[in-house]
Nanobody, 115 residues
Framework: VQLQACGGGLVQPGGSLRLSCAVS????????LGWYRRAPGKERELVAA???????NYADFVKGRFTISRDNAKNMVSLQMNSLKPEDTAVYYC??????????WGQGTQVTVSS
C-alpha cells in the first residue's frame, strides 16, 4: 500500500493550489479518504474528509475555499485549494482509513502561502 501526494508549493495569498494523492493497492475503493495538515508548532488537524458513504466534511477554516474530490478511475483523491491564506501554510497529508480503523498515510506535501 502506498499513498503518493503531490501538488504542494509556494503560492501568494489569494492564490490556488491543487493537491493530489495517488493510492496504490486495493484500498482505494469503499474506504474513507481525506486530508490532514500540520502547521509549524501546531497539532495535526483535519482539513477535509470523504466518508465511505460519500459524505464530505470540511474544517470550518476551509469551508467555501477548499474542495475534496475522488477519481475512482485513477485511484486518486484531490484537494482543490482556493483563496489561500498565510495561515494555510502547513504540510498536508492524505490518508485512507479502512473500515476497521487502520489508516494509511501519504508522505506529506508542503504548502507555503506567502507574499
Amino acid at each position: 500500500v502506498q499513498l503518493q501526494a503531490c501538488g504542494g508549493g509556494l503560492v501568494q495569498p489569494g492564490g490556488s493550489l491543487r493537491l493530489s494523492c495517488a493510492v496504490s493497492g486495493s484500498i482505494f475503493s469503499n474506504n474513507a479518504l481525506g486530508w490532514y495538515r500540520r502547521a509549524p508548532g501546531k497539532e495535526r488537524e483535519l482539513v477535509a474528509a470523504l466518508s465511505r458513504g460519500g459524505i464530505i466534511n470540511y474544517a470550518d477554516f476551509v469551508k467555501g475555499r477548499f474542495t475534496i474530490s475522488r477519481d475512482n478511475a485513477k485511484n486518486m483523491v484531490s484537494l482543490q485549494m482556493n483563496s489561500l491564506k498565510p495561515e494555510d501554510t502547513a504540510v498536508y497529508y492524505c490518508y485512507v482509513r479502512l473500515y476497521g480503523g487502520t489508516t494509511y498515510w501519504g508522505q506529506g506535501t508542503q504548502v507555503t502561502v506567502s507574499s
